[in-house]
Each structure stands twice: as structure tokens, then as C-alpha cells.
């Protein structure tokens, strides 16, 4: 069965700064393998993508390792909101963190997140990574602004409830959820590989999730590879890979009847284009067999993590050949693409 190629909101490539967790040739490649044939590049490296010398450093490594396409996020700081609003051509989207999680980029005071709210144009996508209490002064402060607002990783019961009442009362708010916090709760994985951002949550939790599927805009992978002896180590980084299990872990529920493929394409394809403002990718398509069932394994990922929290999980449905933009780029477990192939969006 073809599906289009699927883009993905959320991913962490790692270049510059970490090379060993990912790099653009080994991110897009796991891209490729997981029937993405874009990804949107979150601003959390080293150095953190800020402003235009940074941007001007991610793009090069971008361009030189992509094999699938992309864009770029720039990431808020304290001093860089008008800073950042003229660079938002370049860029597509702004991304706010407003809670701790890995990396440098925090934005503390309220004035800060609204000083960047007001800047960054109207037109152009704006992402939080705002759990719990912090996405409800994030939702208000948007609000405030009359701007739309799109919320990575939503992962609780509380949160989703949040995200359909501010659509209820027409409120311009978009959300992601992510496999991890569909498919996993805490006691799934208890020791320090279970760290991610937001946390894996309750039973109730993922429930909800999936009870409230008609507000979920997109399926994001937030892709966010560390190795696994750092996963292993005191205090471990928190995140998971997850471009090579997103799309077999949702074919598996399309089999099992939880979703329709309706449903996934609308939400790893159609909504993402619509939210992000993302062109048409033309003789671009994903061969799916929704029959296959095999096991996901680290050992058969070509994403540099090395370990994945799905290991060992049986499913329905693979991924056999991938087509972008007229040429085949994945075949039968094979990347075919080459680094610098992809094209950037902004
Ligand atoms: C992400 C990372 O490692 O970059 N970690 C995570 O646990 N999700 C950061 C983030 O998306 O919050
Ligand atoms: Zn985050
Ligand atoms: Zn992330």
C-alpha cells in the first residue's frame, strides 16, 4: 500500500555539537528508513541555533549530510527576539522552551515568552515545549498575543483536556503527541533509559491520549538520540530515538484497529504540512505492507543511538521502499540516498 511521504515536526540531528548521538547523514538516513521524507530540525545543538551566524552553521551541516528534506528551528533565548523575528524567512519555526529539558535553551520569565510571542511574525509556526501548568500560561500568553501556538509532546491527561478546551473556545492551538507517550507508561521502562521529556506517564494518561485522538493535530517524533551508555550513565540524558519505530509502531494500530490510515496521514502528513506551512513534496511516496510483521530491533537502525525503548516489540506493518521527489531513497532496509541530497525548506 503507498502512503505519501511522511514529515516529521520534531527531531533532534545533534550536528553540530554531539556527533556521536547523530549526525545529518545518519539522522536522515534513520528518517528515510521510518517513511520520513522531511524532518524539521530542532535549535537545541551546540551551539544552540539563535541567530544568524548559528543558523548560518546548522545550515551547512544540513546541507552537506541531509538525505532526506528539512527545515530549521531557531530557538528563543533571552536576547534574541526581534533578533530572531528577522531571520523567521529563513527558518520554519520558532522554538520556545519553557520548562528544563536537555540542553541550554530555557526562557524563564513570562515577559520573555511574551517579548517573543508579539515578535515572531503571526504567519509563521511558533513551538513549546511547555508541560502541565507551564502549557496553560503558555496557551494564555498566546492567547494574549493572538497568535497561533503549537505544543510539542503532549503527554498527559490533563494537558490534552487543556488542548481541547482552547480549540473548543477557538483558541489557535495545534498539539503533537509522540509514540513514546502513546505506547509506553512509567512502569514500561522504569530505569534511567525510561528518562525522557516530558516523562512517560499513567495508564489513565495514555488512555486519555488515544480517548482524544480527534484533538491530536500531529504525530511528532521528537527524535532525540543519546547513546546507550549515556542512557547508562549517573544522571542520563533524557530522550529517545524514534524516526525508525513512529511509523510500524501507528501501522500496527491501524492493524489492530485503533487507528485508520486515515488517521496516520492526516496526522504525519496533512496536518504537518498544513501547521507548518510546508510545500507539496511532489513523486513523493511511502510503500507500506500493513501484513509484515516483524520485530523492532536497535540492531537493524541506522540511527546512531543504538538502542531503542521499543526493543524486542512484535508488529504489523514495514516499511519497503521509500520515493522522494521521483527517485527511490530506501529499499528493502537499504538507504540509497545520498548526504547533501535533501533540499531545505524555509
Ligand atoms: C530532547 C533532547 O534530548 O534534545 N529530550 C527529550 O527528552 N525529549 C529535548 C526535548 O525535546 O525536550
Ligand atoms: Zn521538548
Ligand atoms: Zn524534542
Redesign the pocket.
Known sequence: MRIPGLSDPHV?MREPGATHKEDWASGTAAALAGGFTRVLA?P?TDPPVVDAATLNIAKKFAANGARCDYGLYLGAGPNNPSLAARLADQAVGLKLYLDQ???PLRLEEISLWNAHMQAWPATRPLVV?AEGRTMAAAILVAALADRPLHI??VSTREEILLVRAAKQRGFKVTCEVTPQHLFLTAADLPGSRGE??PRLASQADVDALWENLDVIDCFAT?H?P?TAAEKAAENP???FPGLETALPLLLNSVHTGQLTLEDLVQRMDQNVRRIFNLPAQPETWVEVDLEHRYTLTAREMHSKAGWMPFEGWAVFGAVRQVVLRGKTVFMDGQVLAQPGSGQQIA
Open positions: 533532534h530542532m537545541n529539558t536537555y540542553g515545549h510539542a509532546h525522557v521529556r521528537d532525540a543519546h540524558p533524557p530522550g
